[in-house]
Nanobody, 121 residues
Framework: QVQLVESGGGLVQAGGSLRLSCAVS????????MGWYRQAPGKQRELVST???????NYADSVKGRFTISRDNAKKTVYLQMNSLKPEDTAVYYC???????????????WGRGTQVTVSS
């Protein structure tokens, strides 16, 4: 069974940094794009950043220049380095991966359970 487990969230003051990690486990044939999304209270889930298997990245305008996404394909892990954090970055951050698991019919999207990031002013 495929699992995505996030870690690294917490409480930080404005201007601080956090590094999120998401490890994928299970019987996996291949992992394509991976990414991070976030959902603040009362708001819809929104894209933060994505990274392809080749390393091409994409960022929401609100985090460009502050957040950096990376991945370690050997460890099946994606990271999100978050610097210069702002109170408006407060949200539950979710990991997403498009992957092909053994025993399935093809590539599907999977989600982690999320990790809380709280930025105090």
């Amino acid at each position: 069974q495929v699992q995505l487990v996030e870690s690294g969230g917490g409480l930080v003051q404005a201007g601080g940094s956090l590094r999120l990690s998401c490890a994928v486990s299970g019987s996996i044939f291949s992992i394509n794009a991976m990414g991070w999304y976030r959902q603040a209270p009362g708001k819809q889930r929104e894209l933060v950043s994505t990274i392809t298997s080749a390393g091409s990245t994409n960022y929401a305008d609100s985090v460009k220049g502050r957040f950096t996404i990376s991945r370690d394909n050997a460890k099946k892990t994606v990271y999100l380095q978050m610097n210069s954090l702002k109170p408006e970055d407060t949200a539950v951050y979710y990991c997403n991966a498009h992957l092909f698991a053994f025993g399935t019919s093809g590539t599907q999207g999977y989600w982690g359970r999320g990790t809380q990031v709280t930025v105090s002013s």
